[in-house]
């Protein structure tokens, strides 16, 4: 059981870090309309910026964090990443500001940052026949988080706006606790090395773009993705509120709903529909899914019928791993680790990118004074955007070819 004290650390650290936007979606809309006084429109656009200031900050400090750690050691990073995040979590749940809470998303994108440091501990302790094994824990973290964030932030939310960060800040405190009594420091002399700013530059990876001929359409496709679905987190909660007049905690059981749908269509249909249909044509379907789904969602005015379209929503999630399978069969054994730093930076950069832009289109066309009133709006925009990318994955599947 102590042996395996730590890779349960580990696994929390990650949910936490991954639950930590799905855990407060549902009541930002009523907190920042509390803090502001503003309508739900002009609520959306602040919550466009907090979005893109979190990730900015995961993206920025991603490498920083993870450098540190091969400097000063994983234990102390990861416990002072967890205290400063559950004391960031108090400061935003006694806000009084929309520019307190403002501050209190920078830093609690900074403190959520350690997922490179919870990997390197997780290899660090891991024999090489566990690693695969300890590795998918870590993945599994990620979908656990994701699904479970949104879900008790929903029913936390029935006891107020506040409740969620400081159900939040109990977590990252307890998580924090554990650690200090099972970790053990992996970083020895041996393999400590010095902090070098040029190892920690965020945007070394995008350089590599270059480096990677033959699949600048395929990592095009791919951000058009990235970004289209990005305008889930991005607007659901001030949609749903708009357009169904859902509350916190319905909200945050249908971002439950289509995490899980999403998970286990990644899990369990990806391997089979390829066996069917191929890379390509799997790409294909999923794009094309998400297409409808996105459509549907930019008309559709009863929320039921949301709830019922969920399984067929998450079909649109056998695309991208589809992808990335083709993008990884193009490149050398040696440019794997390469390919996948350009995968993970592009997919930042939509996560800063797209709650700006689908929150400022959401606050134009739902506003009372709108010209056309169409809250479903950033929908048909990220349905544009995805016909496009499918263009291109059509035209570089013929030139393939």
Same mark, same amino acid.
């Given at each position: 059981? &102590?042996?395996k004290l730590p890779?349960?650390?580990?696994?929390?650290?990650? =949910?936490?870090?991954?639950?930590g936007i799905?855990?407060? #979606?549902?009541?930002m809309?009523d907190?920042?309309?509390e803090?502001?006084?503003?309508s739900?429109?002009?609520a959306?656009?602040? /919550?466009g910026?907090l979005? @893109?200031?979190?990730?900015?900050?995961q993206f920025l400090f991603g490498?920083?964090i993870g450098? !540190?750690?091969?400097?000063? %050691?994983?234990?102390?990073?990861l !416990?002072i990443s967890?205290?400063?995040m559950a004391?960031?979590?108090?400061v $935003?749940?006694?806000?009084g500001?929309?520019w307190?809470?403002?501050?209190?998303r920078?830093?609690?994108g900074?403190t +959520?940052?350690t997922?490179?440091t919870?990997?390197?501990?997780?290899a660090?302790?891991?024999?090489?026949?566990?690693k695969?094994r300890?590795? %998918?824990?870590?993945g599994a973290?990620f979908? =656990? %988080?994701?699904?479970?964030?949104p879900?008790?932030?929903g029913?936390l939310?029935?006891f107020g706006t506040? +409740?969620?960060?400081?159900g939040a800040a109990v977590?990252?405190? #307890?998580? @924090?606790?554990?650690?200090?009594?099972?970790?053990?420091?992996t970083?020895?002399d041996?393999?400590?090395?010095?902090?070098?700013?040029r190892?920690?530059n965020p945007?070394?990876a995008? !350089?590599?773009?270059?480096?990677?001929?033959g699949l600048?359409s395929?990592?095009?496709?791919?951000?058009?993705?990235?970004v289209?679905t990005a305008?889930?987190p991005?607007?659901w909660?001030?949609? *749903?509120t708009?357009r169904f007049?859902w509350?916190?905690? $319905?909200i %945050? =059981?249908?971002l439950?709903?289509?995490g899980l749908?999403?998970?286990?269509?990644?899990g369990g249909?990806?391997a089979?529909?390829?066996?069917?249909f191929?890379h &390509?044509? *799997?790409v294909?379907?999923?794009?094309?899914?998400e297409?409808v789904?996105?459509?549907?969602l930019?008309?559709?005015?009863?929320?039921?019928?949301?709830?019922?379209?969920?399984?067929f @929503? @998450?079909?649109?999630?056998?695309g991208m791993?589809?992808?990335?399978g083709?993008m990884s069969?193009r490149v050398?054994?040696?440019a794997? /680790?390469?390919?996948?730093g350009?995968l *993970?930076?592009? #997919?930042?950069?939509?996560?800063? $990118?797209?709650?700006?832009i689908?929150?400022?289109t959401?606050?134009?066309?739902?506003?009372?004074d709108?010209?056309?009133? $169409?809250?479903?709006?950033?929908?048909?925009?990220?349905a544009?955007?995805l016909i496009?990318?499918?263009?291109?994955?059509?035209?570089?599947?013929?030139?393939?070819?």
């Amino acid at each position: 059981m &102590r042996t395996k004290l730590p890779v349960i650390f580990i696994f929390m650290t990650v =949910v936490i870090d991954s639950m930590g936007i799905g855990l407060i #979606m549902p009541v930002m809309p009523d907190l920042i309309q509390e803090l502001t006084g503003e309508s739900l429109a002009d609520a959306a656009i602040w /919550g466009g910026v907090l979005s @893109a200031a979190f990730a900015l900050m995961q993206f920025l400090f991603g490498p920083v964090i993870g450098n !540190l750690s091969d400097r000063f %050691g994983r234990r102390p990073v990861l !416990l002072i990443s967890l205290v400063v995040m559950a004391l960031d979590y108090v400061v $935003m749940a006694v806000a009084g500001s929309i520019w307190l809470l403002f501050a209190g998303r920078i830093v609690g994108g900074i403190t +959520a940052a350690t997922h490179s440091t919870a990997s390197a501990y997780m290899a660090d302790i891991s024999a090489p026949d566990e690693k695969a094994r300890n590795f %998918g824990l870590i993945g599994a973290a990620f979908g =656990v %988080g994701f699904v479970f964030g949104p879900a008790l932030g929903g029913l936390l939310a029935e006891f107020g706006t506040r +409740a969620p960060f400081w159900g939040a800040a109990v977590l990252a405190a #307890m998580n @924090a606790a554990l650690g200090w009594y099972v970790l053990k420091e992996t970083v020895t002399d041996k393999i400590r090395r010095p902090f070098n700013w040029r190892r920690a530059n965020p945007l070394g990876a995008l !350089l590599a773009v270059t480096k990677l001929p033959g699949l600048a359409s395929l990592l095009l496709v791919f951000f058009c993705y990235q970004v289209a679905t990005a305008v889930y987190p991005a607007i659901w909660s001030y949609f *749903t509120t708009e357009r169904f007049g859902w509350s916190p905690g $319905m909200i %945050g =059981v249908s971002l439950a709903a289509f995490g899980l749908g999403f998970a286990i269509v990644q899990g369990g249909l990806v391997a089979p529909s390829i066996k069917r249909f191929g890379h &390509r044509g *799997t790409v294909a379907l999923g794009l094309a899914i998400e297409v409808v789904t996105l459509c549907f969602l930019g008309v559709v005015n009863w929320g039921a019928l949301v709830l019922a379209a969920v399984p067929f @929503a @998450a079909l649109g999630a056998l695309g991208m791993p589809a992808l990335q399978g083709i993008m990884s069969r193009r490149v050398a054994d040696d440019a794997q /680790g390469e390919l996948q730093g350009v995968l *993970t930076s592009l #997919m930042s950069l939509a996560t800063i $990118m797209s709650p700006l832009i689908m929150t400022q289109t959401f606050a134009y066309f739902s506003r009372p004074d709108a010209t056309i009133y $169409m809250p479903g709006a950033p929908f048909l925009l990220s349905a544009a955007l995805l016909i496009c990318g499918l263009v291109v994955f059509f035209r570089s599947s013929r030139r393939r070819s």
